[in-house]
């Protein structure tokens, strides 16, 4: 960690959120005509170029001093639960913890946001601005967040389905059409 000073009491997770991954090749030693490397895996952040354990070791003591501890477990679930990709363990791990230094959960352009928070963090979506809409893709009414719609003014390919998450053209939906009564 040396391209930091800040202490565990002055980091934010806007220090820590991560930019892109970054490594480097370094000489371990010359054996004559040959040349032994190591590998160095790394992340950008505000702070610098983190080596990954020391990043991990601060991202979770952050997360410890705030407190924060089961939202984190909660982002692990989520990433088991849509690991579309196969991910290993150790990289669920790792993108939950980069999820969490991006607080991605209070970002309402999230894709998922609306049903991370149903299932994690009810109490948030009481104040979000939620908005209907019906995908050509599905034809069935589903919430989206207003700055979803917002960003999607202008885009010839519309908008996530908030049912398959395929992206289609949208309307938004007027409350009898929501209840079924219209």
Request: with cysteine; net charge negative; aromatic share 8%.
């Amino acid at each position: 960690m040396d391209n930091t000073e800040k202490s565990l009491d002055d980091l934010t997770f806007a220090d820590l959120r991560v930019h892109y991954g970054t490594g480097r090749a370094f000489l371990i030693r010359q054996e004559y005509r040959r040349n032994v490397y190591g590998y160095r895996k790394g992340v950008k952040t505000d702070l610098g170029d983190l080596e990954e354990k020391d990043w991990i070791q601060l991202a979770t003591g952050l997360i410890q001093k705030s407190g924060e501890q089961q939202l984190q477990k909660n982002l692990l679930e989520w990433e088991q639960e849509h690991n579309y990709c196969k991910s290993s363990p150790k990289e669920m791990e790792m993108t939950a913890l980069e999820l969490h230094m991006a607080r991605i959960f209070d970002d309402p352009l999230w894709v998922a946001y609306i049903p991370f928070n149903r299932k994690y963090r009810p109490e948030v979506l009481e104040s979000a601005r939620l908005v209907w809409v019906q995908t050509e893709c599905c034809r069935v009414p589903g919430q989206i967040t207003q700055e979803q719609l917002d960003q999607s003014a202008g885009n010839a390919l519309g908008i996530t389905c908030p049912i398959c998450g395929r992206c289609s053209p949208f309307q938004v939906c007027t409350p009898k059409e929501v209840s079924g009564n219209g």
